[in-house]
């Protein structure tokens, strides 16, 4: 439990980074998404559970990033290996998940094209 608050303020910090940066998503969007985030993504994404590619960590996104945006999010929406359809996120959007891969994705040498720099 410790280890997950710690990834969770990790990723919280950031996403403050990205928003800093000058993210192009409107603020509701980036709210609604990231409140989505944390109770659907994070539950994987911060620790690596089930081989989940952790937050900001470029050596494990970097053949999943190589396969392209569009890929990743057909991926997150049909889901793969471990990850189930939709990433437990059913009240997700197309643009929540693309404002969510572009969170995770940020500021990694390969991101995706269409993320936030």
């Excluded at 996403?15 to 998503?25: D, H, R, S």
């Excluded at 999010?73 to 997700?92: R, S």
């Excluded at 643009?95 to 969510?100: A, C, H, N």
Aim: aromatic share 6%; hydrophobic share 50%.
């Amino acid at each position: 439990m410790v280890a997950a608050a710690k990834g969770f303020i990790l990723a919280l910090g950031v996403f403050t980074l990205a928003e800093a940066q000058g993210a192009a998503v409107a603020a509701p969007a980036k709210e609604r998404a990231m409140a989505l985030w944390a109770r659907s993504c994070a539950l994987c994404h911060i620790d690596g559970n089930a081989g989940a590619p952790r937050v900001g960590q470029a050596e494990e996104w970097g053949p999943r990033l190589a396969q392209g945006r569009e890929t990743l999010l057909k991926h997150t929406v049909e889901g793969l290996n471990n990850m189930p359809p939709l990433g437990y996120c059913m009240a997700c959007e197309r643009d929540d998940f693309l404002v969510m891969i572009d969170f995770m994705t940020a500021n990694l040498e390969a991101a995706p094209a269409g993320s936030t720099p």
